[in-house]
């Protein structure tokens, strides 16, 4: 790692230890659903006026109701029956992960680009999430929705602090760097300080160790998988390494030697899956 690079790593945990760093906020029409969950009660009506006040994240979920991964057989054009569709805890869950991406713009361009290029592939991972979830544990499909839409939200305070130095944006390899050695352990910071639960919580900082071997099937293992499977078809570092090494594929019972793009069935999927949440 350059010296640069470790400068920056340095000042980012530094800022953060002594409270400098503001980590970043849940958007409002996160935590106002977030508060409508609390409630058990809370009716399909109840909940469409809540999401209602936010016409661009009604509209995602009008469109994820609509996803082939849903099975919808006919178009879904309102709200109501949106959530009908999706349930009362797959939409609140979708919703408060879905509010993020308001907070991945800048005003830099090449932040922005950046910001939004992170959001593109959380969702990919999100949406490839919910269906391993789905096919092959039993664990909840939305938690490990939200699980994928997390995992790289330590990236957020890092883009932040390059959007106000310029020499990071001139060597983008460097803040790639950067990132890549740091997003982890600022993800699990971020999300502590949200209040996650603590199977999501640990997601951003555990998700790259492939050496990982829990005694059981997590969102950790879901997220892991869907992040390796995203790159299949790519020219990715992740591609080169040996999956039969990885703990993860055995827990959920998949075959690491599998070829997606030949198996039909499964290809279909995951394209799917991969558009979900786009």
Known sequence: M??????????????????ELILPTL??????????????????GALARVIGHDAALSARLIKVANSPLMRAN????????AIS????NYTCTLATGLA????????????????????????EVAGICYMLCRHYTRLVPDQATLAGLVSRIGVLPILTYAETHDELLADLAILDQIIEQTHPSLGDRILRSWDFPLPIAGVPGEYLNFAR????????????????LSHVGTEHPFTRLDWRGIAAFAKLG????????????????MEAAMGMLQ
């Open 100 to 123: 993020m991406e308001q907070m991945f713009q800048a005003t830099s361009p090449v932040v922005d680009r950046k910001m939004r290029e992170v959001w593109r592939k959380s969702s």
């Open 27 to 44: 958007p409002e029409a996160a935590l106002e659903v977030r508060e409508a969950a609390r409630d058990p009660e809370i009716s399909i």
């Open 74 to 81: 006919r178009e879904i054009t309102d709200l109501q029956t």
């Open 213 to 228: 071997d829990s005694a059981q099937v997590d969102y950790v293992d879901v997220v892991q998988v869907a992040e390796l």
């Open 85 to 88: 569709r999706l349930g009362i």
């Open 2 to 19: 350059g010296e640069l690079a470790e400068k920056v790593q340095r000042e980012l945990i530094e800022a953060i230890d002594n409270d």
């Open 254 to 269: 998949l075959d690491p030697d599998l070829d997606v793009q030949a198996d039909e069935d499964l290809s279909d999927s």
